[in-house]
């Protein structure tokens, strides 16, 4: 198509593109299309269980770099399987080599003339009575809010978002967007689950939604691009 324009996914799993195996489980990413003009593409490219580190390591950031076009979009979001600093093949220190790998992101994109854009980590469902926990993702989102600044890199908080948003409905109606199923509703999970990270189909669809509204409200050149 003339003047296609691709935004790539760079994340984990609250982003990605699942498998059927892994239903009614879908990842925020899943739902951007529908938001864009029809000169733009949504090339996903987050992978379940995935850092900065493990990304980097095991060649995906190298894959966006051989494909992306000047002109394109870069979205990186991460930071939930960073935090797991007991797997060496995953874990990062927030203002550590987190940091380091973020910067390895932003020069792909500049070194292509593409356009970065960095989203902090979207919140867990994780409530202490009525109040949810503003460090579900501990010091990730603050060190990539840390590195933007410092780097002029732009960057929409979308942990602070959604951690207001989960917050002000409240511990009982959050579940509605996660991945709570009770046993025998799903072949999938036949025995239930609770999942407080992963979303549910409404749920990414939420999610999706209030980073379009963050990108709205911006003064992001992506803007252009929306409907």
Do not use: C
């Not at 984990?12 to 951007?32: C, H, N, Q």
Request: hydrophobic share 35%; glycine share 6%; no cysteine.
């Amino acid at each position: 198509m003339e003047n296609q324009i691709t935004i790539y996914i760079a994340g984990d799993s609250t982003a990605a593109i699942k498998l059927p195996v892994k239903r009614p489980e879908t990842g925020w990413g899943e739902a951007f299309q529908s938001y864009f003009k029809e000169n733009v593409k949504i090339e996903n490219r987050a992978i379940n269980g995935r850092s900065t580190k493990s990304f980097i390591n095991e060649g995906h950031l190298a894959a966006i770099e051989q494909s992306i076009h000047p002109g394109d979009y870069l979205i990186i979001q991460f930071g939930h399987n960073d935090q797991k600093i007991e797997d060496p093949e995953r874990g990062t220190h927030p203002y550590g080599d987190y940091q380091d790998n973020l910067f390895q992101f932003i020069q792909a994109a500049y070194q292509k003339n593409a356009y970065p854009l960095l989203l902090t980590s979207v919140t867990r469902r994780k409530f202490e009575n009525d109040s949810i926990d503003a460090m579900s993702i501990g010091d990730f989102p603050q060190a990539m809010i840390q590195f933007a600044t410092k780097n002029h890199v732009p960057i929409l908080d979308i942990h602070n978002i959604t951690t207001e948003f989960m917050g002000k409905i409240g511990n009982e109606k959050s579940k509605k967007y996660y991945l709570h199923l009770p046993p025998g509703q799903s072949e999938n999970y036949p025995e239930g689950i609770i999942d407080n990270t992963h979303f549910n189909e409404e749920g990414a669809k939420k999610v999706a939604q209030l980073i379009i509204e963050a990108i709205q409200q911006s003064d992001l050149p992506l803007r252009k691009l929306l409907k």
